[in-house]
């Protein structure tokens, strides 16, 4: 049993948890990372005279990095080195940069209304800081501080979740396959030519008011004779006939009532036979695994900033739903650890069940 002296250490972690965020996150929205990067043995008055700052606050600041191992300083001299940070490809450096403003633009403020939006189940600091009444994925459509600290991170993800998903699992030749909460049509747009065959047909199907957006992106892409959108409530039900579903990325955004309406309503939109294709994110069979950060992360974030209800389940968990709702679990595919980057706090599996009669 933890003693009560540790129990009040970690909680310690917490208390200082969003100060040690802001204050990295301001060393590069300041250009301090930068400047020192560009040239390195600046002082502090170096640094605050290129970046438009007080040189006493720079040293401040940069503090919590030389503790962190992420820079040094010589004492002799006062100037400031990379040290840990030197070693960071750009490209790594700026998706972790990527994550970290949408958790100042998207998360900080909203989270003040975390307990709030438990309460209600419904993403109380949207209506509070921008006086809209939803997710967060629809309020992207229509407020613009949501949709640039949103936008860029899904863009990241896409390209680098997408790839890995279609290669997962097969479709048919000649196949219906319907894209679930698809969006502007770039799901289906994307599993048209990744699974190309003479008759393969994808559907999109989402909330009405997508529907011009999706038509457009099919024409502009040149798959409008294959591809086509239907509109509608994914906890009501979906058009039938199909022979493969895809749902990715959303079933974690909903409790568990709601995912096995999704589920059963998949069930009756497949033939016989059928198959359903499953993303996303899972929790460790065993949750107190500490190399695993999505317990840390999650719940929160969609409870708290995205939609107030939902959130991710274990593996064994999802496997169950579905095989209550009538499939059987035929294939699970998690990426490869040598894939995934050492900053990552997200854990994707890909799941496929087949129909039972």
Known sequence: MTSPE????????????PSRFMNLYACFELGIVEALRKEAGQTAADLGAAVGAKPDA?????LLLVKEGFVARDEA??????????DVPEADLQRVLTFMGMIKTGMLRQLYYLADSVRSGSAVGLKELYGF??????AAAHVPEVRAAWGPLAQSETASVYPWFFRSFDVPAGARVLDVLGGNGLGAIMTYRSKQSPGLRVTTFDR???EAECLRNFEAQGVAEHCSFVGGDVLEALPGGFDVLLLKHFVDMYDKDEVLTIFRNAHQALEPGGQIVVLAPVYPEDITDTDDYQADFFPAYILGCVMGRGGL?????YRSWLEECGFEVTKVVAKDPADIPADAIITRVVMCATKRD
């Not at 001299?77 to 030197?86: H, R, S």
């Not at 009444?133 to 629809?138: A, D, I, L, P, Q």
């Open 6 to 17: 540790a129990s009040l250490a970690r909680m310690r972690e917490y208390m200082v948890g």
């Open 58 to 62: 720079v040293e401040q600041l940069l």
């Open 77 to 86: 001299t006062g100037g400031y080195t990379l040290d840990a940070l030197a």
């Open 133 to 138: 009444e939803g997710t967060m994925f629809e």
């Open 208 to 210: 009405p008011a997508l």
């Open 313 to 317: 389940q274990k593996l064994s968990t």
